[in-house]
């Protein structure tokens, strides 16, 4: 909690910067809950602890033989309402399969919502190398807990 009130605080201290600290501080008490609450969870929960290689993760949960990291990310991309963003929409959209019709008007801020899930669905699977990797180093299973705001 002592982190979500001091996202609040800079971002009442400075209302024009940016308030993604307080979506990413959320979501963790989201995944907290959730995790709190699975039967399945049953040893013990870690917040942030640091891993051998220096780097910290959101959750680790002792599962007795193993653990279970959690890594919590908030995906936000901000993408402008541009014609350069309306014309990737446009060249990337042909390359759709048949079966796809991503519908965005350009008058209707298109561009900047294609823009937005075009960079989620990268950002999604950079995340998911990125925990192929630490599961690959054998230290137990990872759960990423990808959030969108």
Known sequence: MEQFEE?????R??????????SERINELAVAKLLIDDPHVTGSITYEPEL???????FVIDRGKDNLY???KTVRPRTGDTDDA??????RSKH???????IVEKEWM??????????????????SLEFEAVERRGSG???PGVCLT
């Not at 996202?7 to 971002?11: E, I, P, R, S, T």
């Not at 051998?52 to 959101?58: A, L, N, V």
């Not at 759709?96 to 991503?102: D, G, Q, Y």
């Open 7 to 11: 996202a609040v605080d800079a971002c």
């Open 52 to 58: 051998p290689d220096g780097r910290r993760i959101d």
């Open 70 to 72: 959690v890594e919590v």
């Open 13 to 22: 201290a400075d209302p024009k910067g940016d308030d993604r600290a307080i």
């Open 141 to 143: 299973a990872v759960w």
């Open 96 to 102: 759709h399969p048949e079966n796809v019709n991503f």
């Open 86 to 91: 309306w014309q990737k929409f446009l060249d």
């Open 110 to 127: 298109g561009g900047a919502i294609y823009g937005n899930v075009f960079a989620s669905r990268a950002h999604f699977l950079d995340y």
